[in-house]
T-cell receptor, first 115, second 114 residues
Framework: SAVISQKPSRDICQRGTSLTIQCQVD?????MFWYRQQPGQSLTLIAT?????????ESGFVIDKFPISRPNLTFSTLTVSNMSPEDSSIYLC????????????FGPGTRLLVL | AQSVTQPDIHITVSEGASLELRCNYS??????LFWYVQSPGQGLQLLLK??????LVQGIKGFEAEFKRSQSSFNLRKPSVHWSDAAEYFC????????????FGGGTRVLVKP
């Protein structure tokens, strides 16, 4: 499976600021996704990061709040904009490859605390 | 729309005892089914998956799961639990028709008693 890294691994931010999270994969992948895991909760899909085009957002998530870029097949960023304490979560990227079929592999996550 | 239910929020099991985690799903066609494990402070690790074929699938760390279409279930089992199995376990469903997006259950936290 692909090796996935995320930066930063954790951060503490002030409300009203923005944080950009990076997801890097060691090989080209066809699919990249961003998930949010609120404290003590399960994972919720934020969006599908599409290479060369705008991300596809799930209900309840908007581009102005969570802008996503995917400039190539190995890299994506998620920005959490104008943060509030409710944005305190773990943010995870996942990837799927043509070789893995529909299986998704997850990065280690970014732990965000907003004060 | 896809949905996944994990009825047990917490399970406590003694080391060496067997473990079964329940997962029920709702989807119109045969979905792709997954079990992931999340150890404290870690990301998600894939334990096993079911796409088609043999309904009993083997995974890593001695886990197995059985797909039962009639019950819409995909329960995870391990014959003998080790202390290192203490973690949160997530069942997930995906489908090609849904763009391979995953829907997760609420998770089951497993505690292992010595």
């Amino acid at each position: 499976s692909a090796v996935i890294s995320q930066k930063p691994s954790r951060d503490i931010c002030q409300r009203g600021t923005s944080l950009t999270i990076q997801c890097q994969v060691d090989s080209q992948v066809t699919m990249m996704f961003w998930y949010r895991q609120q404290p003590g909760q399960s994972l919720t899909l934020i969006a599908t990061a599409n290479q060369g085009s705008e991300a596809t957002y799930e209900s309840g998530f908007v581009i102005d709040k969570f802008p996503i870029s995917r400039p190539n097949l190995t890299f994506s960023t998620l920005t959490v904009s104008n943060m509030s304490p409710e944005d305190s979560s773990i943010y995870l990227c996942s990837v799927g490859t043509s070789g893995s079929g529909e299986t998704q592999y997850f990065g280690p996550g970014t732990r965000l605390l907003v004060l | 729309a896809q949905s996944v239910t994990q009825p047990d929020i917490h399970i406590t099991v003694s080391e060496g005892a067997s473990l079964e985690l329940r997962c029920n799903y709702s989807y119109g066609a045969t979905p792709y089914l997954f079990w992931y494990v999340q150890s404290p402070g870690q990301g998600l690790q894939l334990l096993l998956k079911y796409f088609s074929g043999d309904t009993l699938v083997q995974g890593i760390k001695g886990f197995e799961a059985e797909f039962k279409r009639s019950q819409s279930s995909f329960n995870l089992r391990k014959p003998s639990v080790h202390w290192s199995d203490a973690a949160e376990y997530f069942c997930a469903v995906g489908a090609k028709a849904a763009g391979n997006k995953l829907t997760f259950g609420g998770g089951t936290r497993v505690l292992v008693k010595p």
